[in-house]
């Protein structure tokens, strides 16, 4: 199973970008899909939850700018940023708990991380 993710991209203040990551490999089903960030020097930080029934979650940094979003039949999750500021500068990782058959537990898996670096 990979998760890809795609869609970073340097962008000026004020600007958008829309980021995918689709999961490939044998996969029976996914649950919960997300949205990570990762600055230089901090921490891991959730971005953006979405249940396979599209239940959302945000971060209070980004509520009202970012949107995430599913497509079941494709297993991708989309992330769009919009009114993007420097502070969203970071390396976005995109996460899953996905199974592989039925008789699998679910398991958490990550994606390489695509970079969103926002400058004028």
């Known amino acids: 199973v990979q998760l890809q993710a795609s869609g970073g991209g340097l962008v000026q203040p004020g600007g958008s970008l829309r980021l995918s990551c689709a999961a490939s490999g044998t996969i029976f089903s996914i649950d919960d899909m997300g949205w990570y960030r990762q600055a230089p020097g901090k921490q891991r930080d959730l971005v953006a939850s979405?249940?396979?029934?599209?239940?959302?979650k945000y971060a209070d940094s980004v509520k009202g700018r970012f949107t995430i979003s599913r497509d079941n039949a494709k297993n991708t999750v989309f992330l769009q940023l919009n009114s993007l500021k420097p502070e969203d500068t970071a390396l976005y990782y995109c996460?899953?708990?996905?199974?592989?058959?039925?008789?699998?537990?679910?398991?958490?898996?990550w994606g390489r991380g695509t970079q969103v670096t926002v400058s004028s």
């Open positions: 996460n899953a708990d996905l199974r592989a058959d039925y008789y699998t537990p679910y398991t958490n898996y």
């Open positions: 979405i249940t396979r029934a599209g239940s959302t």
